[in-house]
């Protein structure tokens, strides 16, 4: 009676595995769908349910159906400053934040708009990396970069510089994570 009750389990199991095995479904999208570059370094999916997608060559937004392609424009204030995307996060309904090789940008999904909050006249033509984004309880947003990190108020939008007592004597910190626990503290990942 043991080995019938062990031989039904294990057929069980086995009918079981192989039913959920078959019913994952996955396709392919790329370039030849319209996506700016192969090389995806960010994922975010919106509330809405639009995904972001940061490349090396652009920002992408997918709806399902099409692409749209956000890339930097020099004769363009209002483009995205750089297209080299690290880490894509969800502000509100109508704007995300976007971290990239040269830069901090809030996009504004209503106006197809990007603000630079790290723009040259702020930080003295210094070009400024961003890596990672995390918010607090508070709404305040963290961006980790090479070489410092910073806090940007949620009502004012303006950055500031996060003094870090480091134990090493190398200015480069390269902050590559930011994630905050359920205590509201910061873990800080770095190179």
Partial sequence: MKRFFQLLLLI???VNGYTQQSSIKFGHIGQKEGLSQSDVLAIKQTSSGLLWFG?????????GFEFNVYSHNL??????????????????????WVGTENGLNLFNTSTQEFTNLFDDKSFNKRKINVWSLA???????????????????KNTFSPQKVNL????QNNRVNIRKLLFTK????????E
Avoid: M, P, R
């Avoid at 060559?57 to 997918?62: A, Q």
């Avoid at 007592?165 to 090493?168: A, C, M, R």
């Fill in 55 to 63: 490349t090396q060559d652009g920002l992408n937004s997918y709806n």
């Fill in 12 to 14: 069980l199991v086995t």
């Fill in 75 to 96: 004769l363009d204030s209002n483009s995205i400053s750089h297209n080299f995307i690290h880490v894509v996060l969800e502000e509100n309904d109508s704007a995300i």
């Fill in 165 to 168: 007592s480091l134990s090493t």
């Fill in 183 to 190: 205590e509201n503290q910061l873990l800080i990942g770095t």
């Fill in 135 to 153: 918010k607090d309880s508070l709404g305040n947003l963290w961006a980790g970069t090479d070489k410092e990190l910073f806090k940007i108020e």
